[in-house]
């Protein structure tokens, strides 16, 4: 008899956002694996979940894997969640679940919140198309580097951040995109002090600046894709500049000063340089 692994989304905040299944499931399997078993408790005691939890966090993933696919492979159930929201997701996991299914072992999504996706349903940004970049290096040079490859992206993206950065990721936002790019601030979710603020950068660090306690709790930043405008523009302005280094250096290293000059990816500005 082979057991399953379930994989199973907690509330963002709300305990009212678990799904009946979710509780069904946490109640009836052998074992939940828990990233901090003393904050699933709650959880549990507000659905009176009897199941016995068992640490299983980033610092001992790797190490505890062989051994739970062991007991699943042995006949047991086991159920993993996170401190908030879907396992994987920003969160531990990833390694568990690619070793079951290498192993054969069945994995059952149980599906819940995310903040990147209750984030996007209500900011008013394309939801279309949308990438999620989790959370952003904590160094403000890598991350503005980070931020400067993704200037042109024709679509949403999505960040997590701590609330000791927000405020200067947002500054870091302003240097790169500018002033008149739409954002979504998207504050402890669910939970009593829920703000969703879409606005222009300037207007968003005005709001944050205003009350020290603005800067406080959990963040989803989310930055509207690049006008369509400022692409053309910007591809224009990209061609201007290679053709002028074009014609005093060889394509590649006119491609490589060329990309930290526009902050444009230098695979990008080496393709529009051949084409010139
Ligand atoms: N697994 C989670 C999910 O599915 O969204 C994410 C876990 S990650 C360790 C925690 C980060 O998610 C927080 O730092 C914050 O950026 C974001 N987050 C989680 N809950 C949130 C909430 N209620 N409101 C806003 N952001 C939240």
Redesign the pocket.
């Known amino acids: 008899m082979t057991g399953k692994l379930y994989v199973v989304a907690t509330p963002?905040?709300n305990l009212g956002d678990i799904s009946i299944r979710a509780v069904d499931i946490l109640k009836s399997v052998d074992l939940v694996l828990a990233e901090d078993t003393r904050h699933s408790k709650k959880l549990f005691a507000h659905y009176e979940i009897g199941t016995s939890l068992r640490a299983f966090h980033e610092h001992n993933e790797k190490d505890k894997t062989g051994s739970i696919i062991n007991e699943i492979n042995e006949g047991k159930s086991i159920a993993m969640i996170?401190d908030?929201?879907?396992?994987l997701?920003?969160?531990p996991g990833y390694h568990l679940v690619t070793k079951a299914k290498k192993a054969n072992i069945e994995v059952v999504p149980i599906p819940g919140p995310?903040?990147?996706i209750t984030?996007l349903s209500s900011s008013g940004l394309a939801s279309n198309s949308f990438t999620f970049f989790g959370f952003l290096p904590s160094k403000p040079v890598a991350r503005l580097k980070f931020l400067q490859t993704k200037i042109n992206l024709d679509e949403t993206i999505i960040f997590?951040?701590?609330p000791k950065r927000i405020l200067s990721t947002l500054e870091n936002m302003l240097e790169v995109f500018g002033e008149s790019r739409e954002v979504c601030l998207?504050?402890?979710?669910?939970?009593s002090f829920e703000t969703i603020l879409t606005d222009r950068l300037p207007n968003l660090i005005e709001y944050l600046d205003a009350d020290i306690s603005h800067q406080k709790g959990?963040?989803?930043i989310l930055v509207a894709s690049a006008d369509k405008i400022d692409l053309i523009e910007s591809e224009h302005h990209l061609d201007k500049i290679l053709s002028i280094l074009c014609s005093e250096m060889g394509t590649s290293k006119a491609a490589k000063l060329a990309a930290k000059i526009t902050g444009i990816d230098k695979k990008h500005c080496y393709k529009r340089a051949l084409a010139l």
């Open positions: 963002i905040g996170s908030a929201g879907t396992p997701i920003s969160d995310s903040a990147l984030a997590y951040e701590s998207a504050k402890e979710l669910t939970k959990e963040f989803v």
